[in-house]
């Protein structure tokens, strides 16, 4: 007798105007908890979640070209992920691309597939577009998120670039790294 297997119901769509709460709230999740000791729990708390939720809401209405998406993966009806790209500005040693700029899947949604169907799509609609490029920026000592990227066949090209963070309660101004990753489509 052959057992029945339900699959939850899963995928990947454009974001709506609906989803910018929803997009906002993974985000502040996924980054509180990954980056916590990184970026320090008074800058994450520091985070306005007004401003994180109309930037979001921004950029799923009113994006500056048709090749700047947001994407969220659901299971049923909740969004528990997302990701965005955009083209890569031209330059001639860059080939035509995209960069994801942004892509996080819920702590409580996490290593269920989420991550790889956005990636997957990100990477399907930039073949659509004619990009022969894809990258994204990880910050330093992100090992998940390099694990993952690995798995997906992305590679650190040796790229770097140091990010301000502002002046922390020292007064002083913080930064952090990130390394470029990259794969050709």
Request: aromatic letters at 4%; a negative charge; one cysteine or more.
């Amino acid at each position: 007798m052959a057992l029945f297997r339900e699959q939850a119901d899963v995928s990947v769509r454009p974001a709506t105007p609906e989803d910018d709460v929803a997009v906002a709230r993974v985000q502040l999740r996924a980054w509180r908890r990954a980056h916590s000791a990184l970026l320090g729990t008074d800058v994450l708390d520091a985070l306005d979640e007004t401003a994180v939720r109309e930037q979001w809401a921004r950029a799923i209405t009113a994006p500056p070209s048709r090749r700047h998406r947001v994407l969220v993966a659901c299971e049923g009806n909740v969004v528990v992920g997302f990701a965005a790209s955009a083209p890569i500005d031209a330059a001639p040693e860059v080939p035509r691309g995209v960069e994801v700029l942004a892509l996080e899947v819920d702590p409580d949604h996490q290593r269920a597939g989420h991550g790889s169907r956005l990636l997957t799509a990100c990477v399907d609609l930039a073949r659509e577009d004619g990009d022969t490029h894809l990258q994204t920026w990880v910050l330093e000592d992100d090992t998940p998120r390099e694990q993952f990227l690995a798995g997906a066949g992305l590679g650190a090209d040796g790229a770097r670039r140091e990010l301000g963070l502002g002046a922390g309660e020292d007064g002083l101004t913080h930064a952090v790294v990130e390394h470029r990753w990259v794969a050709e489509l």
